[in-house]
């Protein structure tokens, strides 16, 4: 599959970041609230809620996989789909993910 030389703009990505923090940062919100008051809570959205703040601050910081790929001169052509996405953003989804885990292991256990 051909990839587009050119990834999308620093601004955008930054725009879907913010939209995604804060997406994020209401999930995690509502379901802590929904776990004091009623003592339950959604553990799909304890999970993704977490991920999707680091996510979204991750996409306001840094460049994207793309950008990353392609300012090293790297051809996108030669990768398959899954290994396109460079070591820091896969360290930035296993960053999110724990915290989701610690969330949820918070509510559920604590």
């Known amino acids: 599959m051909a990839y587009p030389a050119k990834g999308i703009s620093r601004f ?10 804060f ?4 999930l995690t919100i509502m379901n802590w609230s ?3 008051n009623d ?4 553990p799909k959205a304890a999970l993704a809620g ?7 601050l991750a996409l306001i910081a840094m460049p994207g996989y793309r950008e990353e790929r392609l300012a090293k001169g ?5 990768y398959p789909k899954y ?6 953003w896969w ?5 999110g993910l724990a915290l989701g885990g610690i969330n949820c292991a918070a509510m559920t256990f604590g």
């Open 74 to 78: 790297q051809n996108l052509a030669d």
């Open 91 to 95: 360290a930035v989804l296993v960053v």
């Open 83 to 88: 290994k396109i996405i460079t070591p820091r």
């Open 50 to 56: 977490p991920a999707f703040a680091i996510l979204g």
């Open 12 to 21: 955008k990505q930054s725009i879907g970041g913010v939209i995604l923090f």
């Open 39 to 42: 003592g339950s809570f959604y």
């Open 34 to 36: 929904f776990w004091f």
């Open 23 to 26: 997406l994020g940062l209401g």
